[in-house]
């Protein structure tokens, strides 16, 4: 019989607990949160290692890949489940959490993450040094904004980005105070809506060398930034064993109470990550309710999530796109022509 590994993981330490498969505690450990570190002090033990259990974090990646690398099973947890097991504990240590994960790998009550790929982390890096940069720019213009409203200046209320500088430099050259306290504002805001720009050149490019993400641009309302926000979140279709569970993943699907004679439906669950979630409900498409209707109607090629009164949102995408192609799972097609998560 083998040995259970238990992780608690900080940002610098790890609190490691090794325990017997009846539960009895063989080593615990405080290290640094380094791979090589914690391999060094599990091979030294006397017992083939059965699992390695550690939550979902910040360094899950990092210490699912060095470990899986060195040849052990490994298994990243939903940090809910967890918190739910190590809840009963009265007081909360790193060395007893790391006790409670060891427990709760050996007993196998946990649900394990599904650790992405390097590829989508570096499409998901893009996608948010591209956001960063536009609401600071977004941030530096409505400063400016603010401090010329004091006196008496109203820009106009629609001004596109590139837009913002030709339209303001010659407003303060006119008076130097206001030229003094802010040029070296609005020199910022330059500079960084340039870098704005070559970041959203360089997703335009990423995407238009991806042929899934080409596909689903071809949907009326999905552009380069939505596409890969979709196929960076889904990673892996064959994670999923039924294309209805891409709508719970992303949480759109109703929450649930049932005890006895009641059964209450509540809102959507929202348990999905909201940088994904955001790009992908209606009101993020381009189109007004109207050309919605009518594109489903046409059964157009349309990628969105449909919200009807009383009712969890639905998901529709075309039914000429493969599940190979779309990273979406297997699909069947309605009597529509269109699939209905």
Known sequence: MGYYVGLDVALRSVALCVVTGDGEIVLERALACEVGEIVECLRGLDQSIERVGFEAGTMSQTLFHGLHAAGY????????????ALSAMRNK????????????????????????????????????????????????????????????IRLPSSLAHHRFAQTVRPIIEADEALLYALLPMLDAQQVLLASYQELDRRVKLVAGNDPVCMLLMTAPGVGAVTALHFKAAIDDPARFTSSRLVGAHFGLTPRRFQSGESDNQGRISKAGDPMYAQHFTLPQTRCSPEHAKCLRSKHGACIWFERRAGAAPLLLLPANLPSSSTACGSMAPSSNGMIRR
Request: aromatic fraction near 6%; hydrophobic fraction near 40%.
């Open 73 to 84: 099973r490994v298994i990243c947890m939903e940090a809910r489940h967890v918190g739910a």
């Open 93 to 152: 240590t790193d060395r007893n959490d790391a006790r409670g994960i060891a427990q709760v790998v050996r007993s196998g009550w946990y649900r394990p993450v599904h650790m992405k790929s390097q590829e989508s982390h570096y499409v998901r890096t893009l996608l948010t040094s591209r956001k960063a940069l536009l609401r600071r720019c977004i941030d530096l213009e409505n400063e400016i904004r603010g401090l010329l409203k004091v006196f008496g």
